[in-house]
């Protein structure tokens, strides 16, 4: 599965699903916790699809069965309303989250170009990196590991102001190698970084970078504890430790946990059969608690990015 093909969903920096206890919740609504994020991730389908109003609509139910969603379901809501020119309402969200979750959601990238526009982000600090040059070069790495995968990153690009010329047109192997081989250097010099040393977009292409690293396997599996140390710590997401997770695993002939590989995907037909899998009857339950879409969604979501 190319991980590339994410880009399609708003939600590429994803950050896990909020820590929020299941009895809390059920305080707060009678909706279960799993309806709650199966109606989540119907509404970034419906975002993905364009289909704002009736993103809206599920955004709306959303926040009446959980006013305190995960960050990855407000920032797909936030997004909605500003396709829709909802301005006042979007600040009336933003102005009922505390501090922290309040910084968080401002220094995405949906508001981070036009910080001022957003009234409670006037006075939020946009998010400075330890090493700016280490982040600047991740980043780099992190389009070309993409850019040879079909997927050119014209959002970073932008971001970073970066000229097509500095991304690598090549093919996988050579450039998985070459990043490869430059982590091993960087993690020597700085250890495994954190969000605060280079960002959350470097720290994305860093899991990337490894899940991307089949042909030094032992290596690989190695960086398994750091991806974990990093999702706790809050500088990945969930769904990172997941796929390396599975990678590993099916790497080395096992069973995997989360449903992340395919042993086979068949877009004309509209199949996908899932790599061999542990506990099948519990598989959502599993992807629910890392913060990942059910598994029927996810088949549908990558046939759709496979045909396109």
Known sequence: MKMGHMRKVLVITIVALAAVSCSTREKESNVSEEEQWRLGWRMVFSSMDENHELAESQFDSLLIANPSPGNHFLITGFATLRELKKEEKLEKILSELDVSRLSEICNHSLFTEKLKDIAPCRNVELFQTKYPDLQLELVKMYVNDQAVR????????????????????????????????????????????????????????????????????????????????????????????????????????????????????????????????????????????????????????MLRNLRD
Not at 250 to 264: A, H, K, R, V
């Open 150 to 301: 079909d997927n050119l990153m014209n959002d970073l690009i932008e971001k970073y102001h970066l000229n097509l010329d500095e991304v690598i047109q090549d093919a996988p192997f050579t450039v998985d190698a070459t990043n490869r081989n430059r982590l091993k250097e960087i993690f020597q010099e700085y250890g495994f970084p954190t969000k605060e040393m280079v960002g959350k977009d470097a720290m994305n292409g860093i899991f990337l970078m490894i899940q991307h690293s089949d042909r030094d396997k032992e290596w690989q599996k190695s960086q398994l504890g750091n991806i974990e140390t990093a999702v706790k710590r809050g500088d990945m997401d969930g769904q990172s430790y997941a796929y390396l997770y599975d990678r590993i695993k099916i790497n080395g002939g096992e069973s995997q946990l989360y449903g992340t590989q395919f042993s086979d995907v068949d877009p004309e037909n509209n199949t996908a059969t899932l790599a061999e899998t542990e506990d099948l009857d519990r598989l959502d339950e599993r992807r629910m608690q890392i913060g990942m879409m059910p598994i029927e969604m996810y088949k549908e979501f």
